[in-house]
């Protein structure tokens, strides 16, 4: 940075740099409707989950287990967890239950009523893991406060003894639906001699949802591969108005350079007054921003920072707030109660300077960077998971540009609304960016699994981060502990939480560190395979008519199929890319995906050479 300063001017002129526009359609599928029911059992959430996964997870076990003996004796399907009988070899399918004595308990919760304040939540459920500072966790229970591992249906529940192969190719949660086979013992306990997942569900073609919408339009537009007519280039972005014609849909436009989408998590503002962590956190903010807008390093890093179609904010966008101590006496209290309240709050509870702090931020970025906002377990927003996003009015600077449509209004159906901008989404978020399927998290459901598993390190024994998100995508359930030790919202009709489709790109945030993998692309279901066909016949069709209508329009049609070759290879799928992002705050990362080879590489910001 000090060479690029202090060097003379360069006489060449300085070229200008303009961000490529990318496609961003968001699924609205974790929306809650405006009206709330609380009054609800939670019962339901497990039957919906159940009766979604039970199909694909009695496929696979059929697949493995239909044409199985042992010692002579077939294994037998049996439909309910209470139709098994002792000594019968057989297999069933249902929902996990951990039986957990350090999991949090509401009835115990409400028997001691002599608590003073919430008790602090436990780093781990599982007793192993557990600290052994608490004289009632950890080795010093006894045989009866034993983890155990329950499986259980609409019929009933059994207890599942897992042998040491099993247990250790597969860590479960409670909420997995999974297949068990065995046999169960004189004591009623099911030994379980092999099991099966859902596994990962279908995943979308790229640019499935184009199909789908340019079908229901009834006109072609050419090759889903690069064959469309690139839209009107962006407009200055100066302005919400210009924003709202300044189209970031660049659908499939062949010959264009390669676009990147950044994710940051835990950006922890505060108020600013903490000290030198706070200054330090500040400063590294700000670095963050001068690379985003192009204001930082030499002509290499503003090109390359020009590369990056969209942020995503994924939760933890201000600091965690600390809970204030209760009064030393009720003189004290009083005394707060009775405290002056200035514009309608009281100054010594509520502090809006982090969150005028991130407007500021969302207003600088927002005029040439569209931002999709995920709420986290520190920001301003509902504590149970869907988490709806956070609310416009305390974004009073940034809130112009969340009704500025980055789409024209001819170019999205009438049933779904226009992307905005500046997306404010919910937590877990769903979307399409440039035609891949992404899936993303604030966090809290990943930390909820990890309080069931034991988590080593990189040299011991344990689960690692990512290698918890890939079972998550093989049980297709993205919160299986939701709503057992994860607040969520009584769904009734439907679970959102049940993967129908596997996403392209997976990432989590606030996590310990960073890590990645790919994964294969998951194998087509049979089921489909008839509904593929009809797609297929549906693609050629379009296909014929927008190659019609290209000969119309294009010059110079070698070149320009060329190009399309080129971009086809990369319509493929490569696989699953799974993201575990760290907190910002603590460790100045930030990861850049490539949006045509879904590659990750990071950034890393300092301060004072740390």
């Not at 999991?103 to 780093?123: C, F, Q, T, Y």
């Not at 066909?533 to 320009?560: R, S």
């Not at 993201?579 to 930030?590: E, K, N």
Request: net charge negative; charged share 25%.
């Amino acid at each position: 940075m000090a060479e690029i300063l202090l060097r003379a001017p360069s006489p060449s002129p300085i070229p200008a740099l303009s961000r490529p526009a990318s496609s961003y359609r968001p699924l609205r599928t974790f929306t809650l409707p405006a009206e709330k029911h609380y009054q609800q059992q939670y019962s339901d959430i497990y039957f919906l989950r159940l009766a979604k996964l039970k199909p694909a997870v009695e496929r696979h076990a059929i697949e493995a287990w239909q044409h199985l003996e042992i010692a002579g004796e077939a294994v037998r399907r049996v439909d309910r967890v209470l139709d098994v009988r002792q000594g019968e070899l057989c297999w069933v399918a249902g929902t996990v239950y951990m039986e957990m004595g350090l999991k949090p308990n509401v009835l115990e919760d409400i028997a001691k009523e002599h608590w003073m304040s919430v008790p602090p939540g436990r780093a781990k459920y599982l007793r192993s893991a557990a600290s052994p500072r608490d004289p009632d966790e950890g080795a010093g229970a006894g045989p009866e406060d034993e983890d155990q591992m329950m499986l259980e249906d609409e019929s009933g529940r059994v207890r599942l003894l897992m042998g040491g192969a099993v247990a250790g190719r597969e860590r479960l949660v409670t909420g997995c639906v999974i297949a068990v086979m065995g046999t169960e013992n004189a004591q009623g306990d099911f030994e379980v001699l092999d099991l099966r997942l859902p596994e990962l569900a279908p995943q979308p073609r790229r640019w499935a949802r184009e199909r789908g919408r340019e079908g229901r339009r009834g006109r072609g537009r050419g090759r889903e591969r690069g064959r469309g007519a690139p839209p009107p280039p962006p407009k200055s972005a100066g302005h919400a108005t210009a924003t709202a014609t300044a189209t970031a849909t660049a659908e499939r436009a062949p010959g264009r350079r390669s676009q990147k989408v950044a994710i940051v998590s835990g950006l922890g503002i505060s108020g600013g007054d903490d000290g030198a962590a706070a200054a330090e956190s500040t400063m590294k903010i700000e670095l963050l921003m001068e690379y985003l807008l192009g204001e930082a390093g030499g002509a290499a890093e503003q090109a390359a920072s020009a590369q990056i179609s969209r942020l995503i904010i994924a939760g933890n966008s201000l600091a965690d707030t600390t809970t204030t101590p209760l009064a030393a006496s009720a003189t004290s209290a009083v005394a707060v109660k009775k405290a002056a309240k200035k514009y309608g709050y009281d100054a010594a509870a509520y502090n809006p300077a982090p969150t005028a702090h991130l407007d500021a931020l969302l207003a600088r970025l927002l005029p040439t960077l569209p931002v999709t906002l995920i709420p986290g377990a520190s920001d301003p927003a509902n504590v149970s998971i869907p988490q709806q996003p956070i609310h416009h009015a305390l974004f009073p600077h940034s809130r112009a540009y969340a009704a500025a449509a980055v789409v024209p209004p001819d170019v999205v159906d009438e049933a779904e609304p226009a992307p905005a901008w500046f997306d404010a989404a919910t937590n877990p978020w769903q979307g399409d960016v440039q035609g891949w399927r992404w899936l993303g998290t604030g966090g809290q459901v990943l930390d909820d699994v990890f309080k069931y598993v034991d988590e080593g390190d990189h040299a011991g024994p344990g689960v690692d981060r990512v290698e918890m998100m890939e079972r998550m995508l093989r049980w297709r359930c993205i919160a299986p502990t939701a709503p057992d030790t994860l607040w969520c919202y009584p769904f009734q009709t439907d679970e959102p939480f049940v993967l129908t489709e596997c996403p392209h790109v997976f990432f989590a945030g606030n996590q310990p560190r960073f890590e990645t993998v790919l994964l294969p692309p998951p194998e087509e279901e049979d089921d489909d395979e008839e509904d593929d066909d009809e797609e297929e016949g549906e693609e050629e069709a379009a296909d014929e008519d927008g190659e019609k209508e290209m000969e119309m329009e294009k010059e110079g049609g070698e070149e320009e199929e060329e190009e399309d070759e080129d971009d086809t290879d990369h319509d493929v799928s490569p696989g699953v890319r799974l993201i575990a992002v760290p907190s910002f705050q603590h460790t100045g990362l930030v990861v850049l995906v490539d949006l045509r080879s879904l590659e990750v590489e990071l950034l890393r910001f300092e301060v004072g050479g740390r």
